[in-house]
Each structure stands twice: as C-alpha cells, then as structure tokens.
C-alpha cells in the first residue's frame, strides 16, 4: 500500500489544527492546575492583606507556605497524570516547558529579592512573570480568557509600581481572577462540554 508523503496545504492546516484542538483538550483537563493555584494564591494574598492590615500579628508572611503545600499537590497531581497519558503532542509539551520556565523565574526571583533585601519591588515583578506564561499559553491554545488575563497582569505590574505596598496584594488577588480563576472556570466547563 502506497502512503501519501505530501499533504495539500488544506490538510496541512487541518492537521495542525488538530493537534491545536488535541493539546486544547488536554489542557482543559488541567484546568485543575489553573484553579488550584489561582485559588491559593488569591487567599494567600488576601489572608496576608487582612493580617497586616487588621492584626499585629508579626508573621504575616507565613501564610506564603500553603503554597509550598500546593507544589506538593501539584507533583502529585502531575505525576498521576502522565501515567494515564498516552499520547503529548508537541503543543502539550511546549505549553509544559513554558510553566517550567516560569516556575524557575519565579524561583529565581525570589532568591535574587531575598538576597537584595527589597521585598517592596517584589509584587510588582511577580505579577508581569504572571502575565507572560499566562497570555503566551493562550496565544498557543487560542483562548481568549488567558490573552486578556495576562494583559491585565501586566496592567496590574505597572499599577502595583504606583500604590502603597499593601494595597499590592489586593492587586494579586485581583490578577488571580483575571488570569487564573476565571479562565480555569472557562477551560473546566469547555471540556465538559467537549466530553459530553
């Protein structure tokens, strides 16, 4: 049986736009992941801020711990995945090294700003690393929540530069929503309609 080794431009695109449309089924699933640390994130932000702001409590910066909790989760989450996965397309795995890279950076910049002592940029920074995995991903799956997510993290990076320190972990939350929760909510009801 002969195999047919060029394609017409037509099923080219068609083929591309499959593997677009597997790797968007696939990550729908992780929706999971968008919620799980949107959601951490957001309470951490708003704990801390009701803590500074209504306590004298001196360690309000221990609530940041549930989120070496939600890593551990994430692990979990990740590993159980891969073993029922059969098949990653290269998008699914662009789309992975993309949140490796920022998991790093965020790292990275932890240490350099603990290490320089000037937690007050810190927000501000955090929150562009947020908007670029965040639109990027949803330049790669073409899902408009996660574009507009990650401008609004950028709007809210430069805004941060402009209020009290405080009043930035507001913002956090604020990006939390914009970037992560609601899309999560989108991605999560997109493949339920898709598996039904």
């Known amino acids: 049986m002969e195999t047919k080794d060029n394609f017409s431009p037509h099923e080219s695109l068609a083929i591309i736009e499959g593997m677009i449309n597997k790797a968007k089924n696939n990550f729908t699933d992780d929706s999971f992941l968008y919620l799980l640390w949107g959601w951490v994130v957001f309470i951490c932000s708003i704990g801390h801020f009701i803590m500074l702001k209504f306590t004298t409590w001196q360690h309000a910066e221990m609530i940041w711990m549930l989120t070496w909790v939600t890593v551990a989760i994430q692990i979990i989450y990740l590993v159980k995945k891969q073993k029922k996965e059969r098949v990653k397309t290269y998008t699914d795995e662009i789309i992975s090294y993309l949140w ?35 639109f ?14 990650g401008i609004v993290c950028w709007v809210l990076s430069i805004i941060a530069t402009l209020i009290a320190p405080i009043y930035v972990l507001l913002l956090l939350a604020i990006a939390m929503l914009a970037a992560w929760i609601i899309p999560g ?12």
């Open 136 to 149: 990027l991903t949803g330049i790669i799956m073409r899902f408009t929540p996660l574009k507009i997510g």
């Open 100 to 134: 490796v890279t920022f998991g790093i950076s965020m790292f990275m910049v932890s240490v350099i700003i603990a290490r320089a002592n000037t937690w007050v940029i810190m927000y501000p920074i955090v929150l562009m690393l947020y908007g670029i995995p965040t």
């Open 185 to 196: 909510y989108l991605l999560r009801a997109m493949f339920k309609k898709q598996t039904a």
